[in-house]
């Protein structure tokens, strides 16, 4: 029996409509030796500015000042048309 395989080409775009979400985690610890982490997590924010917010609070009340932080965002796939 012979396999037929078709291939695509897809093509990714951000999607305008949904809002970005914005998390950060401390990565500060009091343990440098021991590599041990802070660990408090921001949760999700659909807004920049209270993420600074959020670093900035932490950092006076913790004097932590490493963070892992991103932006979520989303995206569209759209499906190419098929090869031969």
Avoid: N
């Avoid at 990714?12 to 982490?37: K, M, N, R």
């Avoid at 900035?56 to 090869?83: I, S």
């Amino acid at each position: 029996m012979k396999a037929t395989y078709r291939f695509r080409d897809y093509g990714i775009t951000p999607d305008l409509l949904g809002l970005p979400d914005h998390q950060a985690v401390c990565v500060s610890g009091d343990d440098s030796e021991c590599g041990t982490e802070c660990g408090a997590d921001s949760g999700l924010l659909q807004d920049g500015d209270a993420l600074t917010r959020w670093m900035a609070k932490h950092t006076r009340d913790t004097g932590h000042r490493r963070f892992r932080a991103a932006q979520w965002g989303y995206a569209l796939v759209e499906p190419g048309a098929w090869k031969r």
